[in-house]
């Protein structure tokens, strides 16, 4: 039986992990946090439960992606998802305008939505959503085809940039503004930004997004029993400090604990940029590492939790995003009130965030959580007052609603994720350097191969797939596609 050790229990090491283990192998996931689950690990405060990392996504609906995906794992029962509203999947605020539009789930009640909204638009909006639909049918994953040896080329159009894409077709900039609500909260920029990545995201967005019921944790806790179930194990508190190198291979990987472990093969889930500091200096040339070192990143984000009074805040079924009028800080907005079991009218909690530079936070870059200063404190305090005068433009007293809330900044999601610079999505994918942001699911060092957000896209789509590509770089091209698509 093959060994397979991955180092990082994100999204990317338990999906890679529960597909390995499904095909008959020996995995075993070492996770640094004491919780595993990367993006999808939860955490309470106060008894209360918050997401980390994961509060809207898509690929759900039946027969799409991850409803296959996850139903061939054998997971889906183990899941409680709730669908946005059929009305209103996405809410968007364009402070600009005072105007709220609520996009529909379903891509004629999208095109038709909109067209209402902008008449003059309506030929340039349907040309423009087809287009979207039509570049993401170039990836044959995403629609879990098989796909041929030798990829075919993409056209310009899905390697170019969102705005030049998007200038072909749509004249009003207040409509281009409103069709790019996700681009800052998601990581990209329409100038620069691969249209590609939009056009599967917003195809993700307009099929319709869902939430987790009780939070994202039990994602990541049925992943594990698909992985011990094999005979597997899933490990927490096991911090990779060394990835040995002999004869350019792995020879094993060593704890913070003092253990060391033995695989045949070795996958990698952590940012490139730990990969770089743990593994032995010889692995990779210094071309490499530079190349790996100067890819810069997505944004990172401040976030605000926060609990209701009882009966205080209405619950939302509905991601929220607004986008302020205002040259200051927080310029964007998103927020969510995550459904719990059983929800009633009112929410009982609420995570705003709003994207932010790790340059705000880089006085206290070497300081480590619980050691960052008063002036720390005082500066986190200051932002989230800036949030909630923000939120009180939406709802007056918003801040009576509020029983406690509490702030986390880029430092919190660096030393949590280990991301560099507290990135929310890892690598940022320019369409006038493609090929700098580029990674293989192999590497040049023969049993290490990688998978996770940086390798192609993030959130739960893009990391659950390209896990995919992942373990068929190990099992055989198409072979787990295939029988994705035969299970029932
Ligand atoms: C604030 C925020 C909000 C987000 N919201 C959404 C959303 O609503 N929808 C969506 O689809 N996506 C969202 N994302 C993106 C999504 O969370 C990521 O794309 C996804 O989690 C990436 O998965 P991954 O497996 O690549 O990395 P991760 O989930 O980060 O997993 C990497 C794991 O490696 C571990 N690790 C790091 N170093 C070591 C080491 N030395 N040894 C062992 N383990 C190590 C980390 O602890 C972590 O568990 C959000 C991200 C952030 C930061």
């Given at each position: 039986m093959k060994t397979y050790v991955i180092i990082g229990g994100g999204i990317g090491g338990l999906v890679t992990g529960a597909l390995l283990a499904k095909e008959g192998y020996q995995v075993t996931i070492l996770e640094k946090?004491?919780?595993?689950?990367?993006?999808l690990q939860t955490f309470e405060q106060h008894g209360v439960s918050f997401p980390t990392g994961m509060h809207i996504f898509g690929g759900?609906?039946?027969?799409e992606n991850l409803y296959k995906l996850f139903s061939y794992l054998g997971v889906l029962d183990r899941i409680m998802l709730c669908a946005t509203d059929e009305d209103a999947s996405d809410v968007v605020t364009m402070m600009s305008e005072g105007k709220t539009y609520r996009l529909p789930r379903g891509k004629d009640c999208f095109i038709a939505y909109l067209s209402e909204c902008f008449p003059a638009e309506k030929a340039n909006i349907e040309a423009y959503i087809n287009k979207l639909f039509e570049l993401s049918e170039e990836e044959d994953l995403f629609y879990l085809r098989e796909s041929p040896e030798h990829q075919l080329s993409h056209s310009e159009d899905f390697l170019g940039s969102v705005s030049r894409l998007m200038d072909r077709y749509i004249t009003d900039p207040k409509l281009k503004d409103l069709l790019t609500y996700l681009s800052p909260l998601f990581g990209s920029?329409?100038?620069?930004?691969?249209a590609y990545i939009h056009a599967l995201l917003s195809t993700l967005h307009i099929n319709g997004t869902f939430q987790f019921v009780n939070g994202s944790q039990q994602l990541a806790d049925a992943l594990s029993w698909v992985i011990e179930k094999a005979g597997g194990r899933v490990l927490a508190n096991k911090e990779v400090m060394r990835m040995a190198i002999e004869n350019h291979q792995i020879t094993g990987v060593y704890t913070y604990d003092g253990q060391c472990y033995h695989s045949d093969s070795y996958i990698s889930d952590v940012h490139p940029d730990v990969l770089l500091r743990i593994i032995d200096p010889q692995a990779f040339t210094n071309a490499f590492k530079t190349r790996i070192q100067s890819i810069p990143e997505t944004l990172s984000c401040f976030k605000v939790f926060i609990k209701f009074k009882d009966k205080a805040f209405s619950y939302q079924n509905h991601s929220r995003f607004c986008l302020s009028d205002s040259k200051d800080w927080p310029q964007r907005l998103m927020f969510v009130t995550p459904p719990v079991a059983n929800q009633g009218e009112y929410a009982e909690t609420m995570v705003i965030l709003s994207p932010m530079e790790f340059g705000e936070v880089k006085p206290w870059e070497n300081t480590t959580k619980g050691h960052r200063g008063d002036d720390y404190l005082q500066w986190k305090l200051t932002m989230k007052n800036k949030v909630f005068h923000s939120m009180e433009r939406l709802y007056p007293k918003f801040r009576d609603t509020i029983e406690f809330a509490f702030a986390a900044s880029p430092l919190t999601i660096r030393d949590y994720y280990g991301n560099k610079e507290g990135s929310n999505y890892g690598f940022r994918k320019d369409c006038n350097n493609l090929m700098l942001s580029q990674m293989s699911v192999?590497?040049?060092?023969?049993?290490l191969f990688l998978t996770g957000q940086n390798v192609n896209i993030h959130g739960l789509c893009g990391v659950s797939l390209t896990a995919i590509e992942t373990a068929e770089a190990l099992v055989g091209r198409n072979r787990i596609v295939q029988k994705i698509n035969e299970s029932r």
């Open positions: 946090n004491a919780i595993v689950g990367g993006g759900f609906n039946k027969g920029d329409p100038q620069t930004t691969p192999a590497t040049k060092v023969k049993n």
